[in-house]
């Protein structure tokens, strides 16, 4: 018996199309297009809220830097605009520029110190045992966690004039000179403090995430650095350095913007003091505007603090980028 099947064609098979223009269309496309909007949607309130948290602020700070507002107009409720002599009276005085240029080399100093030493202990985290690796990660951990308010207290008690840790420790040292010496006294032992304090207060930060950084750097490479005959040094710089380059970069940028800004650290060491030669921008802004009760001023110095920032921080992304060119380029 014999069973005859009919067979497909042996032509090309033609593939029908979905019709786009029935019922499923319409709904496919709303879908894709509400797909489209999911990462807008999902950025919006962190947007509002940092409109919200920022951007009135700024713009209250803005519009008050272009008025004169003393303590007599606060309390009359009058509001005297006065176009830029904000701007004009503090550009044209020889304190905001000596202020700017104190600033300047402050962050410089410190930054290059917290990432020189923040470098060393992330390559130390990656070359300790695991037991000692967590030990050194939680310490860092615990200096990083603490409030600044709280490790500027515990900084001044251990620099203080009669009873500090530090002069102390000195005075046993055989440095009994020390044993009563203020380290707010003078504009360099002020700043020698706060400089120890940001410096502490930041390694955690870039020894941890170098620490992160390293353990992506495939083994292989320095299996392969071995063979040809590198030693240590060759290693870090052929291997290591390469690697940790983009982090260094994006970590120096964070610092700069940390540590120009630090407000708490110089005003609760002293004050600005002593005499005011240990003023930054931001403590600037705030003596002039809240202590001497001149608000469009400290307005107006705060506006400029900001673009300074800006200037600096454009300025460091365009040496970094143009690095990354000429290193792409070779």
């Known amino acids: 018996m014999t069973v005859q099947t009919e067979r497909p064609p042996s032509g090309p098979v033609d593939v029908t199309k979905r019709d786009e223009s029935g019922p499923a269309g319409p709904r496919r496309r ?11 949607l999902l950025l919006l309130p962190a947007c509002v809220a940092t409109v919200l ?6 713009l209250k700070d803005v519009l008050l830097s272009f008025q004169n507002l003393n303590m007599a107009q606060l309390i009359q409720h009058v509001t005297e605009w006065n176009g830029v002599d ?3 009276e503090v550009l044209t005085g020889e304190d905001f520029w000596r202020v700017t240029l104190r600033s300047i080399l402050f962050t410089a100093v410190n930054v290059a110190l917290i990432m020189v030493a923040g470098a060393l202990v992330g390559l130390l985290l990656a070359r300790l045992g695991r037991r000692m690796r967590v030990m050194l990660m939680v310490g860092l951990v615990l200096a990083w966690a603490m409030p600044v308010v709280a490790a500027t207290t515990v900084y001044q008690w251990l620099f203080a004039q009669r009873f500090g840790v530090v ?3 000195l005075d046993k040292l055989g440095w009994h000179s020390m044993a009563d010496y203020s380290w707010t006294s003078s504009q360099m032992s002020t700043f020698f403090v706060v400089t120890v304090l940001i410096v502490w207060q930041s390694i955690p930060f870039v020894a941890i995430n170098l620490y992160a950084a390293t353990t992506t750097i495939p ?3 320095y299996e392969a650095a071995a063979l040809d005959g590198a030693g240590g040094w060759k290693s870090f710089t052929t291997v290591t350095l390469p690697f940790l380059r983009p982090f260094l970069y994006a970590t120096t940028f964070l610092e700069i913007i940390w540590v120009f800004k630090a407000f708490v650290q110089v005003f609760t060491i002293n004050g600005g003091g002593p005499d005011r030669l240990t003023e930054i921008l931001p403590v600037y802004a705030y ?6 009760q001149h608000y469009g001023m400290g307005a107006a110095i705060a506006v400029l603090t900001i673009l300074i920032l800006l200037g600096l921080t454009a300025y460091y992304l365009r040496i970094v980028l143009k690095r990354e060119e000429e290193e792409a380029g070779l």
């Open 30 to 40: 709303a879908a894709s297009r509400a797909g489209a909007l999911t990462p807008y």
């Open 53 to 58: 948290l920022l951007g009135w602020p700024l």
């Open 86 to 88: 904000n701007y004009k």
């Open 167 to 169: 002069n102390w420790v």
């Open 287 to 292: 003596i002039e505007g809240v202590g001497n």
């Open 219 to 221: 083994s292989e490479l």
